[in-house]
T-cell receptor, first 113, second 113 residues
Framework: DADVTQTPRNRITKTGKRIMLECSQTKGHDRMYWYRQDPGLGLRLIYYSFDVKDINKGEISDGYSVSRQAQAKFSLSLESAIPNQTALYFC????????????FGDGTRLSIL | GQNIDQPTEMTATEGAIVQINCTYQTSGFNGLFWYQQHAGEAPTFLSYNVLDGLEEKGRFSSFLSRSKGYSYLLLKELQMKDSASYLCAVRDPSPGGSYIPTFGRGTSLIVHP
């Protein structure tokens, strides 16, 4: 089983719809992140959380919200989806140490028509 | 903030050696990561550098010069399966003193026979 699981893997929806992307992990990491990846733009940070009571905005948080329901779960919501939010979304986790890498889920490919 | 530069695309021949460069300008530095990402898949961790010098790990090595804001990833004995994007990520000071990795746009490496 994957250590970092994202659901759904693919989603096609319409402009104005509310969408939730979910992420769960079995790695026991406190830190969780949401990124989006667009061709030519690399990975950009949307939100991150260092524990259940901690939520922080990243580089591109406008139009998104998150919820850290438990240590193992971190969900990303698009309250009213728009076409330029079409992208590949990744959830990642990491341990707290300086040299600790991020571990990524398999991604959610989101298309907004 | 961060400015991270990598070449967009490189090509190389199977069995050869290739060097992928990453330069960064940062207000603070707390380590540099390299990740590999095959098309449509999650990024996976390759290496971490925080001190100047070369870190070797099998066919892959990573070098860091903090004074020059420069790193490279060296891939030896290239194989077809090494065709992928290679992402440089620098840990960046964030509000509250937390260091969050910021990613470059990635270098797409194409290995041909």
């Amino acid at each position: 089983d994957a250590d970092v699981t994202q659901t759904p893997r693919n989603r096609i929806t319409k402009t104005g719809k509310r969408i939730m992307l979910e992420c769960s992990q079995t790695k026991g990491h406190d830190r969780m992140y949401w990124y989006r990846q667009d061709p030519g733009l690399g990975l950009r940070l949307i939100y991150y959380s260092f524990d259940v009571k901690d939520i922080n905005k990243g580089e591109i948080s406008d139009g998104y919200s998150v919820s850290r329901q438990a240590q193992a779960k971190f969900s990303l919501s698009l309250e009213s989806a728009i076409p330029n939010q079409t992208a590949l979304y990744f959830c990642a986790t990491s341990d707290a140490g300086q040299n600790q890498p991020q571990h990524f889920g398999d991604g959610t490919r989101l298309s907004i028509l | 903030g961060q400015n991270i530069d990598q070449p967009t695309e490189m090509t190389a021949t199977e069995g050869a050696i290739v060097q992928i460069n990453c330069t960064y300008q940062t207000s603070g530095f707390n380590g540099l990561f390299w990740y590999q990402q095959h098309a449509g898949e999650a990024p996976t961790f390759l290496s971490y550098n925080v001190l100047d010098g070369l870190e070797e790990k099998g066919r892959f090595s990573s070098f860091l010069s903090r004074s020059k804001g420069y790193s490279y990833l060296l891939l030896k004995e290239l194989q077809m399966k090494d065709s992928a994007s290679y992402l440089c990520a620098v840990r960046d000071p964030s509000p509250g003193g937390s260091y969050i990795p910021t990613f470059g746009r990635g270098t797409s490496l194409i290995v041909h026979p």
